[in-house]
């Protein structure tokens, strides 16, 4: 099993990158294609739901 | 109880080993979890002072502000509970999601409402795109502890669609994890279901309400089919919504030559709550074992119906739920009526920091039957009588006779070998019942035989009583 660190190491770095990929979705999101905006809504909650999944559980992953 | 955990050719793969970020979790010390609670607690809070004037109002009530929120216990003394009545007023106020909806109107991508089945009404819950994934999540979150993994064949024969929470978050949740799902479920004829199953042969989890196993089994048996023989492959029997006596349960594993796991959820978790680990439904050293709490995911408290105060580890109380993550129409100290047998992450001893309910003894305090001056949970009933290998099934009834007494009758049908012994092995047998029935609920009923298919068979959640005194009074 791979250690404490290293674990909270790769949730922070997936956080961020969903952090990133929530703000993309953020700007989809404004788009004026009514079609394409519920899809682009669809997509930004589901990053947002995974940016809760992985949110930091401890000082580990405060300190990654 | 002498019922305790078989072991198995196949074992589910470990969750903790599989994911990180589950090992992670479970690392958490008690402090740790609890400081991960307060920070989405606060998050939450403050995100609900500023989009809903229903929570707003409470937290104005008991003098809370969320930025200043600095322990869990603060919270606990300060926001006042909330009950299905007071949700059902919030909707006849503010149509049809309440003002407790916490979101734009605009952002409701799923509609959930509560069975129904007290007759006060149901609770109508929106759900944005975000609490659609989570709900998926709070699916397969159990399932993946329980061994389910990518490319897993998984039966759900709970009724897929609709306006329940479980009629959606099973399909959401399969497909997070990647398994390849049948949703038989209210689709299919319980035999129909049986042929698909044997078409497919190579089935990994079946996912069912207690009392649709118990049917499914009895069908199987009565077709001549022996599950661990029809499916070998078959790791993980995952059951939630009713409880169940230990000597089934061990039966259950028995025909089907797998690990029985079970969750604890409703609509108020937006999924599942709480589930079964490595030994399943059976403790470490035999009788019941324990479902854990995500505790990160939704704040639980188990407190006495009468006084509100939190139960001691090994007491029964009424499950509070407090959803940390969900967005829309969250449920802040809501009462839910379940009752559970609470215990702490102490006496859980699984070496987590996650508190913990005792697995199939699972009830509702507003079920509950008065008789006699007993309180009788039809649960109780359950056990008693299914505690008996030679019971397919039973319905009972609470009547007022001519004369105004209360009566209880217990109607049993016996299972094909059971029906076919000589009367005087039924008499003994049904008077052994009613002496169980008696021991658990200090009743003493009246108990007839009756052909199986003068039964019903139940689908999901079985309606096995009738309380039909009222009827007694009419003129």
């Known amino acids: ?64 | 109880m002498n019922a305790t955990a078989q072991q198995f050719d196949s074992e589910p793969a470990n969750p903790f080993v599989d994911s990180a970020r589950l090992a992670r979790l479970a690392s958490l010390s008690r402090a740790e979890l609890e400081e991960l609670q307060l920070r989405k607690l606060r998050r939450q809070l403050a995100r609900l002072n500023a989009t809903s004037s229903y929570y707003r109002a409470r937290m104005t009530q008991g003098g809370l502000d969320p930025d200043k929120l600095s322990t869990l216990d603060q919270f606990r003394e300060r926001f006042p509970l909330s009950n299905k009545t007071d949700f059902l007023a919030d909707q006849t106020e503010h149509p049809p999601f309440g003002a407790r909806l916490g979101i734009a109107r605009e952002d409701v991508a799923l509609v959930n409402m509560t069975g129904g089945t007290s007759g006060l009404g149901q609770e109508i819950y929106g759900r944005s795109q975000h609490d659609v994934h989570m709900q998926g999540y709070y699916h397969a979150l159990p399932w993946f502890l329980a061994g389910l993994r990518p490319g897993d064949v998984a039966i759900n024969c709970v009724p897929a669609g609709g306006l329940t929470t479980g009629g959606w978050g099973p399909g959401e949740g399969l497909r997070i994890i990647g398994a390849t799902a049948f949703h038989v479920g209210g689709t299919l004829s319980t035999d129909a279901k049986i042929d698909l199953m044997q078409r497919i042969g190579a089935v990994h989890f079946i996912y069912a309400s207690t009392n649709y196993l118990h049917t499914l089994t009895e069908a199987m048996m009565r077709r001549g089919i022996e599950p661990k023989r029809a499916f070998p492959m078959l790791r993980t029997l995952f059951i939630a919504a009713e409880g169940y006596p230990l000597e089934w349960a061990e039966r259950i594993e028995s025909l089907w030559g797998c690990r029985l796991q079970e969750g604890y959820g409703s609509t108020q978790c937006a999924g599942f709550g709480a589930s079964t680990c490595a030994d399943g439904v059976f403790g470490a050293k035999g009788g019941r074992g324990l479902m854990h709490l995500f505790e990160w995911e939704t704040l639980f408290e188990v407190v006495h119906p009468e006084t509100l105060e939190p139960v001691a580890s090994g007491e029964t109380g009424e499950m509070v739920v407090t959803n940390l993550s969900i967005e829309g129409s969250p449920v802040i100290r809501f009462r839910t009526g379940d009752a559970a047998r609470f215990i702490s992450w102490r006496d859980a001893n699984s070496g987590r920091a996650w508190n913990a309910i005792e697995c199939g003894t699972i009830g509702r305090f507003d079920d509950m039957l008065k008789i006699r001056g007993n309180n009788v949970w039809p649960s109780a009933i359950d056990a008693a009588v299914f505690s008996f290998g030679e019971v397919a099934e039973y319905t009972g009834r609470v009547y007022t006779s001519g004369d105004g007494k209360t009566e209880i009758e217990v109607r049993v049908a016996f299972t094909d070998a059971a029906a076919t012994c000589d009367a005087a092995t039924k008499t003994t047998l049904i008077e052994r019942i009613r002496a169980t029935i008696k021991e658990r609920t200090n009743v003493w009923m009246t108990l007839t035989v009756c052909a199986r298919n003068e039964l019903p068979e139940f689908n999901y959640k079985a309606r096995r009583w009738k309380d039909e005194r009222q009827q007694g009074y009419r003129l």
């Not at chain 1, 961020?16 to 519920?38: K, N, P, Q």
């Open chain 1, 1 to 64: 099993m791979r250690n404490v660190q290293d674990a909270a190491d790769d949730t922070a770095r997936d956080h961020r990158i969903l952090s990133r990929m929530l703000a993309d979705a953020d700007v989809l999101c404004e788009c004026g294609d009514a079609l394409l905006a519920g899809q682009y809504r669809h997509l930004r909650g589901r990053i947002a739901a995974l940016l809760d999944i992985t949110i930091p559980a401890g000082e580990a992953e405060t300190a990654a």
